[in-house]
């Protein structure tokens, strides 16, 4: 059973830092593309980063760029995200999830784990 | 980045009603789209890859259809369980951009 369990949220003062963790199980974790996607409280999904099988190639969204950093370890079955100099604006939901490819065309995030909450406030 | 924007942005509908969702994108995306639904507290679903493709076990009373900057989602028959909110994701390129989403609530 594919399972993706995010850890790491919390409350952090504007400018601070925060790693959120995803543990990964249930299949084979280094052969697929991974991303994080944030939902702010009450309202709808941003998808934040997404990063290749073996961390050569990152993309992320404009508003993170510069402070947030996607890593994984594929030893360890887990995906991460550095999250620097905080704004509240950050305060959200974050869920980690598989990117699934067919036969090299992109399909979706096809299991999602169950969020951890990164509240950004003094 | 492009821009995804859905309509209605929620509407009230019985068990039984057929329903359909749209969602355009600010230029054109191929059949690059997805659909997703989200129930209050869960992490949100794969309904519908690549436009139309349906995500494997999802009933086939959702269906997708577009190409370019039009696509529409429908709910043949709706079901006590389908009343959530759902988006439309394009995945053409980077950023990966999100629509607005729209919520599905009883009548």
């Known amino acids: 059973e594919v399972q993706l369990v995010e850890s790491g949220g919390g409350l952090v003062q504007p400018g601070g830092s925060l790693r959120l963790s995803c543990a990964a199980s249930?299949?084979?974790?280094?052969?697929?593309?991974m991303s994080w996607v944030r939902q702010a409280p009450g309202k709808g999904l941003e998808w934040v980063a997404n990063?290749?099988?073996?961390?050569?190639?990152?993309y992320y969204v404009d508003s993170v760029k510069g402070r947030f950093t996607i890593s994984r370890d594929n030893a360890k079955n887990s995906l991460y995200l550095q999250m620097n100099s905080l704004r509240a604006e950050d305060t959200a939901v974050y869920y980690c999830?598989?990117?699934?490819?067919?036969?090299?065309?992109?399909?979706?995030?096809?299991?999602w784990g169950q969020g951890t909450l990164v509240t950004v406030s003094s | 980045a492009i821009q995804m924007t859905q309509s209605p942005s929620s509407l009230s509908a019985s068990v039984g009603d057929r329903v359909t969702i749209t969602c355009r994108a600010s230029?054109?995306?191929?059949?690059?789209l997805g659909w997703y639904q989200q129930k209050p507290g869960k992490a949100p679903k794969l309904l519908i890859y690549?436009?139309?493709s349906l995500q494997s076990g999802v009933p086939s009373r959702f269906s997708g259809s577009g190409s370019g900057t039009d696509f529409t989602l429908t709910i043949s028959s709706l079901q006590p369980e389908d009343f959530a909110t759902y988006y439309c994701?394009?995945?053409?390129?980077?950023?990966?951009?999100f629509g607005p989403g729209t919520k599905v609530d009883i009548k």
């Open positions: 994701l394009q995945d053409y390129n980077y950023p990966f951009t």
């Open positions: 690549a436009a139309s």
């Open positions: 999830a598989r990117d699934r490819f067919d036969y090299g065309d992109y399909v979706g995030f096809d299991y």
């Open positions: 249930g299949f084979t974790f280094s052969s697929y593309w």
């Open positions: 990063i290749k099988q073996d961390g050569s190639e990152k």
């Open positions: 230029q054109g995306i191929r059949n690059d």
